[in-house]
């Protein structure tokens, strides 16, 4: 039985308290949050704080605070030589207090509240300084995921940047997709399933093979109606930034057809 | 009866065959190809040519060839008044010949040879010069599809700039996630979970609502240490452009709160 505390009750500790708290071979002892808060109906026999020095004992105390503030919120944990674990892709292991045993506890995902999401298939990237803590954070990210994988900060680094294309940026050309229909009336709803299996299709091709377009096709005459048709400046900017880009991509190919 | 002639047997058309053909209330006729193809074996009871004088009478017939072509290639069909359609997004009815019945059946979605898609969700964008003909594309669109819009061709114009975004774009920024990993020998299947979150999210969140990640929050600390690992040079351009586009968009709202 891992015995769990989790410091922090926002996007990232309410979906871990939610995989966690109906599992067996797992106990969330406590749950602490800096500022007010309540957890849902069927949670509420867990023990909740707002005071550090009210902590319990546990195996592993699982922080999911912003990136800035981890290192001094560790700093003040009334207690040492515990396991202390992050969930940021985006900060090395060490910004951690010495004070405590470190670790890293990253589901490689997005989360929004009251967006329930199926943990079965986030990797889960954990990476710890001793082998028996990895073993530790390895039996629980099994508990919750099918794909635990040893990360350690620079890789993790590495997958943060990736996923900032992937998940922000790509976020990003939807909304502008969204924006560019709006200004006719047609409802976003109509490009979902486009979107969809665009998401889809990398499953079995890489992006690369996946690509299509006019950019891709370096069709010219399609590329300059669209631009004339984006009102909004800074969208031109991107569409003309992007298909640069992809035309310097694929050129060499074309050649060699 | 729908009595249909496909015109091209590309991912566009082979497609659409594999939907038509065992449904009923439609019937395939022939299908054209400008150079040999050869249809599936459970198919090759259906009349195949590479000869337009060859071509008999049907109540519409389908072309999927390259934008370029379409007006030119309808031109030389060697009948008149009938009911002639493209498949494009980006180009309008007006470049199909005067001599025959004009309409647009253009299916939103991505197409890859040997990628099967389930048509029950595309988006079928519908546009024809008359009523009757209308109805036909209608009839035909519902055999296939739960969603048949009637689309004229300014606004098909603008869902295709739209999908260059949120598909050819974004298929692009996979790219790039997938070639950051690669230096650091981290497989991209990691992020294929996320990738499609990301385009689960927006069925019940607009994509302003979604948006998260460092450019959003404004965390300027973290941008900077992204730039600095991101050795690609076209890369670094795109990430600051689309940060700066981001901060700019969300910059109002946090003053706000």
Known sequence: MIQVILLGYGNVGSHLLQELVFRENVKVVQVYNRSPFELPKEMQNIETTQNLSDLKEADVYITSISDDTISEFTEKLP???RLVVHTSGAVSMDVLSNKNRKGVFYPLQTFSKNQEVDFKNIPVCIEAENPQDLKILKALGELISDKVVKINSEQRATIHVAAVFVNNFTNYLYQIGADILS???IPFEILIPLIQETGK???RLSPEM????????NDQKTIEKHLKMIQNESYKELYALITKQLQAYHKPKNHEL
């Open 210 to 217: 996946a690509q299509t377009g006019p950019a891709k096709r």
């Open 79 to 81: 207690f040492q030589n």
């Open 201 to 203: 299709k990398i499953e």
């Open 183 to 185: 200004e006719k009336d």
